[in-house]
Structure formats: C-alpha cells, structure tokens
C-alpha cells in the first residue's frame, strides 16, 4: 500500500508564496503521475496539477496556471507545488496523489494523502 505524505501548508496572505511538499512511500516510477488536488468544504476535489515522473512534464487547471509549479526529485522521491501570487480563493486542504494519468477525476487517482491545509488572507 502506497503511504502519501504532504507537508508545508500554513497560513499566507495574498500575494505570498508557499511550497507544499509530498513524500511518497516505496518506489515512484516513470509512468506515474503525480498530482495535486485541493478540496474546500462542500465543494467537490479540484485537480491543481500534475507531473509525469519520468519525463517530468506538467499540466495544471487554468486557475492555477502561471502561479503555480510543480517539480519532483527524484533522487529524494519528493514532489513538490510551489504556489506564487496566493489569493484568497486557493485557500483549500491541499492533497497529493498518484495515479497513471492526468485525469481531472479524482476517482480515477489510486492513493491519497491526508492534505495539509492552505490558508490565504486578504
């Protein structure tokens, strides 16, 4: 069983930045996408982004695109969603998962973590 553990959430104001983390348990390989999503109460899990493992290549929901990045080390076998520009409305539990593609399902992503929570002040 995959273990997902994300770190670095807190509190910001608008206009901060902040990098969230995640540590995947056992080996990550090439084909597997690693993405972020973020949930608000009462709304449903939005995807944020994802990276390809292997080759490293990225996609991000509109809203998020030009502010945010991810990046992985693969010699730490970490990911990473550095988040630029932080408004008010990317406030959310951040959460990292693993699936096989850049599905914007959050049913089609095989493991979770637990999220950390983002908050931003206007």
């Known amino acids: 069983q995959v273990q997902l553990a994300e770190s670095g959430g807190g509190l910001a104001q608008a206009g901060d930045s902040l990098r969230l983390s995640c540590v995947p348990s056992?080996?990550?390989?090439?084909?597997?996408?690693m993405g972020w999503f973020r949930q608000t109460p009462g709304k449903e899990r939005e995807f944020v982004g994802g990276?390809?493992?292997?080759?490293?290549?990225?996609l991000y929901a509109d809203s998020v695109k030009g502010r945010f990045t991810i990046s992985r080390d693969k010699a730490e076998n970490m990911v990473y969603l550095q988040m630029n520009n932080l408004k008010p409305e990317d406030a959310a539990l951040y959460y990292c998962a693993r699936g096989t593609s850049y599905d914007t399902n959050p049913n089609s992503w095989s493991f979770w973590g637990q999220g950390t929570q983002v908050t931003v002040s206007s």
């Open positions: 990276i390809r493992w292997g080759a490293g290549t990225t």
């Open positions: 056992g080996r990550t390989y090439s084909s597997h996408i």
